[in-house]
């Protein structure tokens, strides 16, 4: 199977502070990719690069083979235009931990705006997804309501429903569940999972151990800006090898 | 779809009530019976300030210097409409000119390039550092500086002939609008939460449609309100355009009123008149402001005409 995502010695600064220090990992296609770690690991940052919503300062970036943010011609960098980092960005669906629904918009709304704006979809044909995506989601009698009117569980489930409305081939999740109250956590993971099923390549950074034991393919431990564990989440988790991922692992669990 | 979204909330308060009726068993608790505390502070200041009304509200009625039919012969007078209306056109027209570089300014004033950001902050500081009576005899005064206006090979006139009462109003108040209106749209675009410009962005959405489709809408939310009462402002602040020698409903008036001799009974109908435009538009404002609330409120504030069916109800109720 080749790479969705290829990072090779990717580093990140914040003007001095240095929060990404050298991360190679590669996310293979079809896969689900748990990134876990303490807060301040760099594990969001390093999600965040992946669609170029922050720049990376060293290493390269591969998505589906090709160069995040950046054309290479000899061994000259060229910077992308705004327009073709767009561009680039409708192959790949990210969910954030605190929603950013619009909320001026319904539910359904909110599904059919990038499709029309974007890919220029007819509305009828975009308003016929939607209702397809919010009920696969279990929210086809919320199309009408505006994210406000709806629960945290519930936005986030649109939300979901929202990215994939662009049909993307890699899907972000950056602490998707992070931001809900408890018994809603399961409703959002089972998308997630019946997601995962469905074949779509993820990228999960989670504080769901559950979910990264049961639904993940690969888990990836980060601290203080490196890779410092990586395998299969069940080996990991069960029996993790280094001290640090002992450590996190035994205040989480 | 806003009648939906007006009734949507009420539909969880029966069952809220049905639980606390449970608990409580069958025995319905004895209501409390007490006596209310009496204000009477309250009944004081009302009597006071009543009577202060109506000794101010005597002393104009039955002034014997005020010819009140003056006031009722020419407030519907056609010069004075027709000011009237010159004062709402230059209003709305300077309004308009304002909110549209306003934004352009408030756009440019938050741009990344250092060039577009510094000029805006300097148009903002030289138009709202001046009193706009100034500037409008600044524009009005043009053609002592500027005879011609020369504009290259598209346009070519005499400064006298462009630069009209119309045209020295339009500029001097809408020109200066700008100012403040930059200002108000840029603190509306900030106000939006940065995640919306980085989903829109995650989407595969341009700046310019990002701009325009997640956060200008939102931003109106805290945009509207200002700038309603900007235009409220505008409505009397026309008013300096007088001395630009535009006919407006002040000019209108006082002119009247000079010949007349009735100088402070035409004062009065341009008071009358300016009392009417303002609490029109407050009405608008209000729908205006109850439109862009769609999505951020739950329950949108009730229009006069729901608070007196539901005052009507309530009335009903307590009958029984």
Redesign the interface.
């Known amino acids: 199977m080749n790479a969705m995502v290829k990072s090779e010695g990717v580093h990140k600064s914040f003007g001095p502070v240095e929060v990404l220090k050298g991360i190679d990992l590669e996310v293979k296609t079809g896969e689900v990719f748990c990134l876990i770690g303490p807060s301040g690991s760099g594990k969001s940052t390093f999600l965040r690069c992946i669609n170029h919503l922050e720049k990376i300062n060293a290493g390269r970036l591969y998505v589906d083979g090709e160069l995040v943010g950046y054309r290479q011609k000899g061994d000259k960098l060229y910077e992308l235009k705004d327009s073709e980092v767009a561009l680039k960005r409708r192959d790949i669906g990210m969910v954030f931990q605190r929603f950013n629904l619009f909320p001026h918009m319904t539910a359904a709304e909110n599904v059919i705006e990038a499709p029309v704006q974007v890919k220029g979809v007819s509305k009828a044909q975009a308003w016929e997804r939607a209702r397809e995506l919010l009920d696969r989601v279990g929210l086809a009698d919320k199309a009408g309501s505006y994210p406000s009117q709806l629960s945290g569980g519930q936005q986030q489930r649109v939300a979901i429903a929202r990215a994939l409305a662009m049909d993307p081939k890699l899907m972000l999740f950056d602490e998707p569940t992070s931001a809900l109250d408890p018994e809603l956590v399961g409703d959002v993971l089972d998308v997630m999972r019946d997601l995962a099923e469905s074949g779509m390549t993820m990228v999960v950074v989670t504080h769901e151990m559950g979910f990264a034991r049961e639904v993940g393919d690969s888990l990836v431990f980060m601290d203080g800006g490196v890779v410092v564990e990586s395998g299969n989440p069940r080996d990991v988790l069960t029996d993790p090898q280094h001290e640090r991922t002992k450590a996190f692992l035994s205040k989480v669990l | ?1 806003t009648d ?2 007006d009734k ?2 009420a539909d969880a308060d029966p069952s809220a009530g049905a639980v606390v009726s449970k608990d409580s068993g069958n025995v319905p608790p004895e209501a409390i019976k007490a006596i209310p505390v009496r204000h009477y502070g309250r009944w004081v200041s009302a009597v006071v300030v009543l009577a202060l009304v109506g000794l101010l509200v005597n002393a104009f009625a039955t002034a014997e210097k005020i010819q009140w039919s003056a006031v009722g012969d020419t407030v519907f007078d056609s010069t004075v409409l027709a000011g009237a209306g010159r004062t709402l056109l230059i209003s709305v027209l300077a309004m308009l000119m304002g909110v549209i570089l306003g934004v352009v300014l408030a756009v440019m004033r938050l741009s990344k390039n250092p060039v577009t950001s510094w000029v805006a902050w300097a148009y903002i500081w030289l138009f709202r550092g001046t009193p706009v009576y100034v500037q409008l005899l600044i524009w009005f005064n043009l053609a002592l500086i500027f005879p011609t206006l020369n504009l290259g090979p598209i346009y070519k006139d005499e400064m006298v002939d462009v630069m009209t009462p119309f045209m020295a109003a339009l500029l001097g108040l809408g020109l200066n609008e700008a100012a403040y209106m930059a200002e108000i749209c840029r603190a509306g675009l900030m106000a939006v ?1 940065e ?2 410009t ?10 310019a ?1 990002t701009l325009r ?2 956060v200008i ?2 931003a109106m939310r805290v945009i509207v309100p200002p700038t309603g009462n900007e235009f409220i402002n505008m409505l009397k602040t026309s008013s300096l355009v007088y001395v630009v020698t535009y006919n407006e409903l002040l000019r209108a008036t006082s002119t009247i009123g000079s010949t007349s001799y009735a100088v402070m009974e035409l004062l009065f109908v341009a008071c009358i008149w300016y009392l009417v435009m303002t609490s029109v538009f407050s009405v608008f404002q209000f729908y205006l402001e109850r439109r862009y609330a ?5 329950q949108l504030p009730a229009t006069p005409w729901q608070k007196v069916k539901a005052n009507m109800l309530s009335l009903s109720n307590w009958r029984r």
């Open positions: 779809m939906k979204f949507e909330p939460d995640g919306q980085e989903a829109s962005h995650a989407l595969g959405m341009s700046h449609k489709r997640i809408p939102q769609r999505g951020s409120l739950r």
